[in-house]
Nanobody
Framework: QVQLVESGGGLVQAGGSLRLSCLASERTLSNYIMGWFRQAPGKEREFVASIEWSNSITYYSDAMKGRFTISRDNAKNTVVLQMNSLKVEDTAVYYC???????????WGQGTQVIVSS
């Protein structure tokens, strides 16, 4: 069982930046792809970005490409989402996600709220 703990959400004005972090309890993440999803009120949860832990290959939703950057800190077992040029429509609860290639298992964090004001 992998525990994921997000931090870094909050309130920011449009055009501003926020940095989300997700600490994973699993010591060895080489068989995982880590990422972020978000869910706005009344909408489906959607993919934001992900990173393959073993080789740092990254994937982005087209809507976030160029504004968001996902990275990992191997020493801290942390995945980071740097969000720049935030828009009001980026307001959502952001969830950290881990997918294990072994056993095809998925884990979710509790979510962190991001509010972008106009």
């Amino acid at each position: 069982q992998v525990q994921l703990v997000e931090s870094g959400g909050g309130l920011v004005q449009a055009g501003g930046s926020l940095r989300l972090s997700c600490l994973a309890s699993e010591r060895t993440l080489s068989n995982y792809i880590m990422g972020w999803f978000r869910q706005a009120p009344g909408k489906e949860r959607e993919f934001v970005a992900s990173i393959e832990w073993s080789n740092s290959i990254t994937y982005y939703s087209d809507a976030m490409k160029g504004r968001f950057t996902i990275s990992r800190d191997n020493a801290k077992n942390t995945v980071v989402l740097q969000m720049n040029s935030l828009k009001v429509e980026d307001t959502a609860v952001y969830y950290c996600h881990a997918h294990s290639f072994f056993g095809n298992l998925d884990y979710w964090g509790q979510g962190t709220q991001v509010i972008v004001s106009s």
